[in-house]
């Protein structure tokens, strides 16, 4: 699909999604063991709920890094497809990741931000996005220059598709809403370590 | 080489030992926040094709980089000040030590032994504490005939106990204007 097929949208025309429904849509693309790493807030709550394969990496702690953890899986398995899930709090934590992959052009790699406006998990307490800051904008600015905003699930989903089979670094922000996430990760991260590290194929 | 020969050979820098190391540990990934200290070391890394060098906007980046990685079979380092090393705790806590990551850490100690700028001196006094308090391995380099010996143990060590690991470069080691 070429790029003026694809529907365009701002933060203020995108229609505001649910995090679980669009993580599920994710998930159900994925068949070549794509890895995906989830975030700290209620996003890894929702990658866990849509199905705990090996693939996935639960980010239990560290605001802001699941793009730079994704950004080192994708430089050592440059064959795998490989996402970062985000929450608009931890993205605005760690804006100059987004800059360090523009600059390391990585093609495998596709960062989804979920904007729901607040840190939800702490009591949604507004963020950045709230008041103005526009990630895409932000993205297109580090260098980030596919960075769009999703318009509705149908335009989610051909986002999904083109990063699956087109060269990247993608940036997909999608505005979503205030439903709790639909399960809670089980919190034991050497477990969570280990299980990916075998879904890589690293260890047996 | 003749022992004659080898006496006249001046000794290899701290930092050319430390690039052969790593290499002899498949370490290949570098991620770096500047240090002058470390400046020397950085070109030599960069000037070497082995090595995929990355240099992100922090360290807490780079420690996520390197354990994406490290998860995915690729070995790599992060190389920083102490100041850098300041910004760790809540990463080393929350990601590379519950999650068993073997994160090499290579720490340029500033603020030590003279240093006047206050802002290095009062941070520096917060990495070994730091470092004690989440039981990962330190230590510190004085002497360029242990760079080969402590760094090549300290990443056997990282990746066979699957444990973070912190070399300390002393300015005993780096400050060559010393004698
Ligand atoms: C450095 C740091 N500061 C604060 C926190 C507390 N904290 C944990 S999750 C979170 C909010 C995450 O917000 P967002 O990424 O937008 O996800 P959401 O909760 O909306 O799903 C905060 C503030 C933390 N874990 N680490």
Not at chain 2, 2 to 19: H, M, Y
């Amino acid at each position: 699909m070429s790029a003026n097929e694809m529907k365009s949208a701002s933060r203020d025309t995108a229609k505001v999604m649910n995090r679980s429904d669009l993580t599920r849509r994710l998930v159900a693309k994925l068949n070549q063991e794509e890895a995906v790493i989830g975030g700290i807030g209620n996003t890894h709550f929702d990658l866990w709920a849509s199905g705990q394969r090996p693939q996935n990496f639960y980010m239990l702690g560290s605001m802001g890094l699941a793009a730079p953890i994704a950004f080192g899986v994708a430089m050592a398995q440059p064959e795998r497809q490989v996402f970062a899930l985000e929450g608009d709090g931890s993205l605005l934590m760690q804006l100059g990741a987004l800059g360090t992959i523009a600059a390391a052009n990585q093609k495998n790699l596709a960062i989804i931000v979920f904007d729901n406006g607040v840190y939800q998990i702490t009591g949604s307490q507004p963020t950045l996005t709230s008041y103005g800051t526009d990630l895409v904008a932000v993205a297109k600015g580090t260098g980030l220059a596919q960075s769009t905003w999703a318009a509705d699930e149908a335009h989610f989903e051909q986002l999904v598709d083109r990063a699956l089979k087109e060269d990247g670094p993608w940036f997909i922000a999608t505005r979503t809403d205030d439903k709790p996430p639909a399960g809670v990760t089980e919190r034991d991260a050497a477990k969570i370590r280990g299980r990916f590290m075998q879904g890589l194929g690293v260890t047996k | 080489m003749s022992v004659a020969n080898a006496a006249r050979t001046p000794p290899e820098a701290w930092d050319a030992i430390v690039v052969q190391v790593l290499k002899e540990n498949q370490v290949k990934l570098i991620t770096y926040v500047p240090d002058k200290v470390l400046a020397p070391l950085i070109k030599r890394l960069h000037a070497d094709d082995y090595f995929t060098v990355i240099c992100p906007a922090r360290e807490e980046e780079a420690v996520g980089i390197v354990t994406g990685a490290y998860m995915a079979g690729l070995r790599g380092i992060v190389l920083m000040q102490t100041s850098g090393f300041a910004t760790l705790p809540n990463v080393l806590a929350s990601l590379a030590v519950p999650c068993q990551i073997p994160l090499l850490m290579m720490i340029s100690e500033r603020g030590a032994l003279g240093d006047f700028q206050l802002g290095q001196a009062i941070v520096c006094r917060t990495m070994r504490p730091v470092l004690a308090t989440l039981g990962i391995e330190h230590y510190a380099i004085t002497r360029t005939e242990d760079v080969e010996f402590i760094v090549d143990r300290m990443i056997k060590q990282a990746f066979a106990t699957q444990a973070p690991a912190a070399i300390i470069l002393s300015p005993l080691l780096t400050n060559t204007k010393k004698k």
